[in-house]
Structures are given as structure tokens and as C-alpha cells.
Nanobody, 111 residues
Framework: QLVESGGGLVQAGGSLRLACNAS????????MDWQRQGPGKQREMIAM???????SYLDSVKGRFTISRDNDKNTVYLQMNDVKTEDTGVYFC???????WGRGTQVTISS
């Protein structure tokens, strides 16, 4: 089970941190990712972190977003800095273990 938290409303240029707590799996062994679905858009993967800590990002968020994990807390984070209005959307936590998804958390960036 994946449960996201930390969404909300923030002004452009501001920061936000999302968290996703995982249960029911050996968290430290599994890659985790964050996906986003903007209004009228398809869901897209924006950041991934491997079990060894290797990270990868969608080009549009590189240098602004940081994915990290705390294996002791079974939690993956997404630090979002210098957010833009186009970052608005529902953010989902996901892992390929049993193709598990969180319910999503709404992020709204105002201009």
C-alpha cells in the first residue's frame, strides 16, 4: 500500500515536499517513482529512484525536483523547488512491485 501526503496550493517559485509511505513490501529492495497527471494530460513519470539510490528525472523537472528515499521509514520523497504553473496536477507514488499505486495528492501552483 502506498499513501501520499504533502500536496497543496503554492505560488509559482515556491517549494513543496511530497512524501509517500509504503507498506506490505520490502521497501529497500524496490525502485520507487513519482508520476504526475496534469489537467487534460496523460500521466507521466517525473522521477525515479532505484534501490541503490540512483535517480533519474523528466527533463522538465531536472534541477528543480529531487527524489529521495528513507529506507528506515519506508518513505520516498519528492522535493519540489522553483515550481511552475505547469507543475499543477495530481502526483502519484508508484512502484513496479505488484504495479502498486497511491491514490494521488493534488498539487496546484498559482501564478
Amino acid at each position: 500500500q502506498l499513501v501520499e501526503s504533502g500536496g497543496g496550493l503554492v505560488q509559482a517559485g515556491g517549494s513543496l515536499r511530497l512524501a509517500c509511505n509504503a507498506s506490505g513490501m520490502i521497501f529497500s529492495l524496490n525502485p520507487m517513482d513519482w508520476q504526475r497527471q496534469g489537467p487534460g494530460k496523460q500521466r507521466e513519470m517525473i522521477a525515479m529512484i532505484q534501490s541503490d539510490g540512483t535517480t533519474s528525472y523528466l527533463d522538465s523537472v531536472k534541477g528543480r525536483f529531487t527524489i529521495s528515499r528513507d529506507n528506515d521509514k519506508n518513505t520516498v520523497y519528492l522535493q519540489m523547488n522553483d515550481v511552475k504553473t505547469e507543475d499543477t496536477g495530481v502526483y502519484f507514488c508508484h512502484t513496479f512491485y505488484r504495479n502498486s499505486w497511491g491514490r494521488g495528492t493534488q498539487v496546484t501552483i498559482s501564478s
